[in-house]
């Protein structure tokens, strides 16, 4: 489903034509809550990067919004993963600047200083060596309010979760009777189980390890 014929769907079934701004909002309103409910490999991303010698602070990427790990890679590319420690602990363990050596903990420190905007890490101990760092996080993706195509990941494989949270969004939008409410509630929450079955079970194994699900034979 493009940007288009989703527009056209919602026109459709709420039988009302709203200005683009406000469609545009629902569509994004939609697609928020459907990243945050399950887990897509299209919502995740990695990136690398250089930590900076003696400087513990590692800034994130501007579309960061939570991490899956974050890896160190020593000079003979050897990967070391991190473990993810409050600040207080690194603080704790690592008091001095000059504690330093192959970094062992992160955490996420707070804004950056000169973008108050976007997050940073903390490391410990502090870098004693410009290390390359990989980093794998989850993002929200484009939208397809703005996708150049007017296709996403969603759009093209789950438009059903995409078109009934929209039409959520615009019966609340319209102050729709409760009952029309009710029923574009129930038609997303059903999309949202198969969405799940999909992102948080299916892609999390396959039959060679887990084998085939089976049913009770009645």
């Known amino acids: 489903m493009t940007y288009n014929e989703l527009v056209t769907a919602v026109q459709s079934y709420t039988e009302n034509t709203f200005p683009t701004v406000d469609m545009d909002r629902m569509i994004e309103q939609a697609e928020q809550k459907i990243y945050n409910a399950v887990q897509l490999p299209s919502l995740r991303k990695n990136v690398t990067g250089t930590c900076t010698t003696n400087n513990k602070y590692l800034s994130c990427p501007n579309d960061y919004l939570s991490s ?3 890896a160190v890679i020593d000079a003979t590319g050897v990967y070391s993963y991190l473990l993810n420690k409050d600040v207080n602990f690194i603080r704790e363990a690592y008091p001095s600047p000059t504690d330093t050596g192959l970094p062992l903990y992160y955490g996420l420190f707070g804004p950056q200083y000169s973008y108050p905007d976007e997050l940073s890490f903390i490391l410990g ?4 060596a410009g290390y390359n760092m990989e980093l794998h996080y989850f993002f929200y993706p484009e939208s397809i309010t703005v996708a150049a195509d007017g296709q996403t ?3 093209d494989n789950f438009d059903t979760a995409l078109l009934n949270g929209t039409l ?3 019966i609340t939008y319209m102050k729709g009777e409760p009952d029309m409410l009710a029923l574009y509630q129930a038609r997303y929450q059903e999309a949202m189980m198969l969405l799940k079955q999909l992102g948080d079970a299916k ?3 396959d039959s060679y390890r887990d084998g085939l699900p089976k049913y009770p034979v009645v």
Request: charged share 25%.
């Open 68 to 70: 899956f790990s974050l």
């Open 125 to 128: 101990p502090t870098p004693d």
């Open 153 to 155: 990941w969603l759009g």
């Open 168 to 170: 959520m969004e615009a």
């Open 203 to 205: 892609e999390k194994g």
